[in-house]
């Protein structure tokens, strides 16, 4: 049922080609969706979406000036759009920020989350795993479900995108499981714990967040990862500044960098803190087989493509 939603999720990341639509086909309203929270729901109806968009509001909002912001793309909060079949984060209608099948809630759905899922392929029991960037809580739901011995601390600067967590059945708060509502420069530069892998998964609405194009980031970084320490950085949008940051990882962490292209325009870049790093790929192959025949993700094709990478990196 995943792979089959895949494709209907990717179109949705495609700009909306059709017009907005002239009326809805009923009313906006506030409705409780849960004992925590109110929210307004819309009819998808309004933009020629299917389903529902629900976005937290003040109850004293004017519809109007809220649905008209919607259509001249100023609203500023992420929101998400629910069809019954997949509950979509966004921050605005054009694009699809993170998804979620509700009747798989922890699975990955995405190529690229998916392939950022091999970090298992060269760390396979990590103490501790940070996320930077929240987003629906794909990544951090993986990690918590995946590594039951492993803390998962999840960075995240937007309290709106935290308190949208609920709708993505984001677990609860516990010894294991923590989201932080937090600068992930600030984080590396101050915190006296460390991380065994860490997946950088946080966009503007060009792409790669630009704060994350400094030198000094990934000097903290580093210096915070355990000695075999593990670094996926999702490396989209803008050209030049995911050149910028590709340039920047591979001399924080002394060439010993993987790139990975993956279906949909995503690029990841594996970081690896091991000076000595020299990946064992008969090993790997082994480990991805068994990884494989536990999920739904295709490990074995992911280690077959990262030894090829790491071949033509070594030999660029």
Known sequence: MIRALVKKIIDKKKPVAAPLAAAPPARARRKPVSKKKDWFEIPGGYFGEEGVIRIL?????????LL?????????????????????LHFDLRYVQSAMTIKQPDALIFAYTQSMAAFLLFQPSPRHVVVVGLGGGSLSKFC??????????????DEHVIALGELFALPPPDRRMRVLQADAIDYFATTDDTADVVLIDACDAKGIAPSFCKPAFYRGLRQHLSPQGVVVINLIGIEDR???????????????????????????LFAFNDPDFDPDWNAIKTRAEILESRTDIEFVSLARRLKRSARRDVLA
Do not use: W
């Not at 509001?57 to 000036?65: I, R, Y």
């Not at 008209?68 to 979509?88: H, I, L, M, N, Q």
């Not at 918590?144 to 600067?157: D, G, H, M």
């Open 57 to 65: 509001e003040p109850s004293d909002t004017d519809l109007a000036d």
């Open 68 to 88: 008209e912001s919607f259509r001249d793309k100023t609203y500023a909060r992420p929101f998400v759009v629910d069809d019954g079949e997949t509950r979509r």
């Open 144 to 157: 918590y479900r995946q590594l039951p011995r492993a803390r998962v601390t999840t960075l995240e600067i």
């Open 242 to 268: 995911a050149d910028d940051m590709q340039r920047l990882v591979s001399l924080a962490f002394d060439g010993h960098c993987i790139s990975l292209k993956v279906k949909g325009g995503n690029q990841l």
